[in-house]
């Protein structure tokens, strides 16, 4: 009896697995690309007597081939929507026409979500930096990448283009804050280099106006604006904050930040300009020859100077002044004229080493020996100084 009731309850229970044949042959389950992401061959796409090819409908559109334009403009974006990707290919001008347009042009009344990316324009121009003060010579593009004026641009993206030689503006999407310029580089621009509202990882070389400008912030770029060029200009230039960039400028100021620079430098090799502009500098260095070193509000573990002949030229001038360096040729190595310096140390061979109403655990050095002082200030606490001091009250000094 318990044998058969062992037995019941161990074995297994059978039941019916149903066909084994497959009804038919495998079929694919994954979509094709063209499914997931339906493309336009821009080849495929006509245009008019003056635009090779005209974009007015919304879509993904790619080049298959490089485009030599002889028309006015190679490409034209009349619609919002639009992802160009150039494949790698590139957009020139044959050396013998005569236009002189745009690669590509964005044209509209109000046009949003537009992405441009992945490829090489070439304008034709090349650099001349001759007595008649031309920068770019033959070229036969003037702008690379342009949004049309009156057009209002919203969420604009351009990704990985490269251009140079252009008679004007490399990239210029206005002043927009919405748009996105990122791992673009322009070399040769008449012009503004590249012009958006956030810039990052981008390079603008050899331009003739201000090299970057951005509405908003700029990130890891660099920027160099030529002497020469009929308009000169920042090597950056910023509403928002400029971090890890260089800025270069022959005439103007290297940066010029409405907010923040950090992590950052600018030189200003020509004219009046400043290293770098800012409301604040942070870890950063700023060279002028004819101007600041560093012109800021706050300055902390910054350097500056300037190698400039006027007295009203600082190495760095600023309200607040913390464990920096200044130094100065004719002006002071550093200017805090209604401020406080702390920890940090001025040198100037005929001003003020530090010029400042209140100075503490700092050091300033006349180099000369002329009617400037080491340190000049109201306050003075725990400080050194070599060239003479004009201290109102001194405390923890000899």
Known sequence: MKTYLISFLLAPTLMAQGPLTPPG????????????????????????????????????????SNISSEVLNAVEIRSSGVTLDLNGFNISRPLTADQA?????????????????????????????????????????????????GTVLENCRIQHVHLSGVD?????????????????????????????????????????????RAA????SSRGESLLGAAVSGEGIFSSGNVTNSIGISAT???????????????????????????????NCLGISVG????????????????????????GIRGTNVTSSLGTAVAGNGIRC??????NSKGTSVSGDGINADIITHSRGENASGTSAFGLRATIANSCTASGGVSIVNRYNMP
């Open 337 to 342: 004229s209604d401020g406080m310096v702390t």
């Open 25 to 64: 042959a495998p079929a694919p389950t994954m979509k094709t690309l063209t499914q997931v992401e339906p493309r336009t061959d821009l080849a495929t796409v006509p245009g008019l007597p003056s635009v090779t090819h005209l974009i007015t409908e919304p879509g993904s559109y790619y080049l298959s």
């Open 101 to 149: 347009g745009t690669a590509i042009l964005i044209t509209g009344t109000r046009l949003t979500n537009i992405v441009i990316k992945n490829g090489n324009i070439f304008g034709g121009g090349s650099l001349d930096l001759n007595s008649s003060g031309a920068l770019i010579v033959g070229a036969k593009f003037i702008d690379g990448i342009r949004v049309n004026t």
């Open 216 to 219: 908003g912030n700029v990130t």
């Open 168 to 212: 004007r503006d490399g990239i210029f999407l206005g002043n927009g804050t919405t748009s996105v310029v990122e791992h673009c580089s322009v070399d040769r621009a008449g012009l503004g280099g590249i012009r958006g509202g956030e810039i990052l990882h981008c390079t603008a070389l050899n331009c003739g106006g201000v090299a970057i």
């Open 252 to 282: 103007k100021s290297g940066i010029n930040v409405g907010g923040n620079a950090i992590n950052s430098s600018g030189i200003s090799s020509g004219g009046t300009g400043n290293g770098i502009r800012a409301a604040s500098a942070d």
């Open 291 to 314: 101007g600041n070193g560093i012109f800021a509000t706050q300055i902390t573990n910054s350097t500056g100077r300037s190698n400039s002949d006027s007295s009203f030229a600082d």
